[in-house]
């Protein structure tokens, strides 16, 4: 069949089915590479999302913390404001009044120490609603 054959090369023909052969091996090669780069690709991927789903949960403790910060600090101003209330009724009214005498000691224990008025009851009312709401 060869001899038949005399006008086409052998050596072109080999260096055809070497061309095709290479070529395959180069393909072959080439697609190995991006199936391993698309399975570190999807590792990667999988990596990723569980780094997303590690930072949303991170998220959502934060803002519960914030919003548990936030109310306590409502309340802390709540009662550092009723504080601020009893402080100023105490420098405007005039708690106690001691009258003292210096001529006897029985006339000391005979003599209120404290003058009963409005603004004590008031008071009294204020540091039991205080002593309550703490």
């Given at each position: 069949v060869l001899k038949k054959d005399e006008n086409v090369p052998?050596?072109?023909?080999?260096?055809i089915?070497?061309?095709?052969?290479t070529h395959k091996t180069v393909k072959e090669e080439e697609k190995r590479k991006l199936l391993k780069k698309g399975s570190e690709l999807k590792s990667e991927h999988r990596q990723l999302e569980e780094k997303e789903r590690l930072l949303n949960n991170a998220v959502k403790k934060c803002l519960e913390l914030k919003n548990s910060l936030l109310a306590q600090q409502k309340g802390t101003q709540s009662s550092l404001e009723r504080l601020k209330t009893l402080i100023r009724l105490i420098q405007n009214e005039q708690m106690i009044q001691v009258t003292m005498t210096t001529t006897?000691?029985?006339?000391?224990?005979?003599?209120?120490?404290?003058?009963?008025?409005?603004?004590?009851?008031?008071?009294h009312?204020?540091?039991?609603?205080?002593?309550?709401n703490n």
């Open positions: 052998w050596t072109g023909t080999l260096a089915v070497h061309s095709y052969v006897t000691t029985s006339s000391l224990l005979t003599v209120p120490w404290i003058k009963p008025s409005s603004a004590s009851a008031a008071m009312k204020a540091l039991q609603q205080s002593q309550g």
